[in-house]
């Protein structure tokens, strides 16, 4: 691998290394790729899935669970404390450090490192959460609208090592950063929560409420093209898939991804109010998920349907909520197909029951979600400026331009 190539014009400090990934590693291995789905319980070894790492963070909220009996078998790809875990398939090369709590967790097709001496694992994992990192992983990724990052090509990853002090210092840094972002975190989910309970309440299969299919109430389309590797800081807006698990709730009014005109030419356009639907995850129960686009005009890539409501036969923002209802979820948990990625399709969508009041009803109770549902994105935009400036502060410290050492 080339360093220049991988790391641009960068001046890389006399006293730093540049390591290949296997050579600064007790061992590198990736999780366990069978089908599990018999082996789920509702208590046991944790599972790790790569929707569940996010940057220097496991998400638990949603972990599965497998016998303990089973993960015992495969106790040779169990992870330990301290151990880092990168995602595989998706937004590839996001990692996190394992902590003490999933001490002896599995990862479901992660890929997991266990570093040597000399190297502080959340070091590792803030530089494979950098852009210095990400540019390797999607030079090389493999993958039709999913990226994947394999194993040949992980081991063979070119990492800058700065003396051990200097990693510690540039990692408690960071953290800093990452306890205001998980501050703000804890604050969005409890809205959410709040925003949930009332979903509930409004949407249920015991509503008296006209019901009709979702394909008389609008239009389908599908998204295409948008690789990550394509997003800019700037240029004309657009959402990936991803985005619509990690960054909106039902309402998209702020937008931090952006393509250029060569781009959009290759994806697919929508409109104000047009709804973006998730067609896969890595469950039945998140499949789906969904929010209102409401912006002028935008761009949208692969694995994203796209629903254009009929005004005259439902409010656009009471169907986006309702399509974020327990009661809809549960609908489309039924129709997806699949077992390590699901998905879901217009076939599929379209034999969804929509719960229809009058119209003056439905623009009444979206008014009451929409007050709720500003205040959440109020947090994302804050949660967006914090992200902004530590990636700033990475593309420094991790490059060596400035020294804490």
Not at 169 to 181: F, H, M, P
């Amino acid at each position: 691998m080339s360093v220049q190539r991988y790391f641009g014009k960068i001046n890389i400090p006399s006293d730093w290394q540049v390591k290949k990934l296997s050579d600064i590693t007790d061992k590198i291995w990736i999780g366990l790729v069978t089908t599990m789905t018999t082996h789920y319980v509702d208590s046991g070894t944790p599972l790790i899935r790569n929707s569940n790492i996010k940057e220097n963070k496991i998400e638990v909220g949603n972990i599965i669970y497998l016998d303990n009996d089973f993960a015992e078998r495969n106790k040779d790809r169990s992870l330990k404390r301290s151990d880092v875990v990168t995602v595989h398939t998706g937004d590839i090369g996001t990692s996190s450090v394992i902590p003490n709590e999933l001490d002896g967790a599995q990862g479901f097709a992660t890929l997991n490192t266990r570093v040597s001496d000399g190297l502080l694992p959340k070091y590792l994992s803030y530089f494979f959460n950098s852009y210095l990192y990400k540019n390797q992983a999607y030079s090389v990724s493999t993958g039709d609208g999913r990226n994947n990052l394999n194993m040949k090509d992980f081991v063979k990853s070119l990492i800058l090592v700065p003396p051990p002090e200097e990693q510690k210092k540039i990692a408690q840094i960071l953290s800093t950063w990452d306890e205001s972002i998980e501050t703000i975190e804890k604050l969005i989910e409890k809205k959410k929560k709040l925003l949930k309970s009332l979903l509930n309440d409004y949407f249920s299969e015991k509503s008296k409420y006209h019901k009709d299919k979702l394909k008389n109430l609008g239009t389908f389309s599908r998204g295409k093209g948008i690789a990550k590797k394509e997003i800019l800081e700037q240029g004309l807006p657009c959402v990936r898939y991803g985005e619509l698990y990690t960054d909106f709730e039902t309402g998209i009014k702020t937008i931090s991804s952006f393509i250029n005109s060569s781009s959009a030419k290759k994806s697919t356009k929508i409109k104000f109010e047009d709804i973006l639907i998730a067609g896969s995850g890595e469950t039945a129960i998140d499949i789906g998920k969904s929010a209102i686009y409401l912006l002028d005009e935008g761009y949208v890539g692969s694995d994203i349907i796209i629903f254009s409501p009929n005004k005259k036969k439902v409010n656009p923002r009471f169907l986006s909520f309702q399509l974020s209802s327990p009661y809809q979820i549960k609908q489309r948990a039924r129709l997806a197909q699949g077992n390590s990625v699901v998905h879901i399709y217009k076939s599929h969508l379209e034999k969804i029951d929509i719960l229809l009041p009058s119209l003056e009803k439905q623009i009444s109770i979206a008014e009451t979600f929409d007050n709720l549902e500003s205040i959440i994105q109020l947090l994302f935009t804050k949660k967006h400026l914090l992200q902004q400036q530590k990636k700033g502060l990475i593309q420094r410290l991790l490059a060596g331009k400035v020294r804490v050492n």
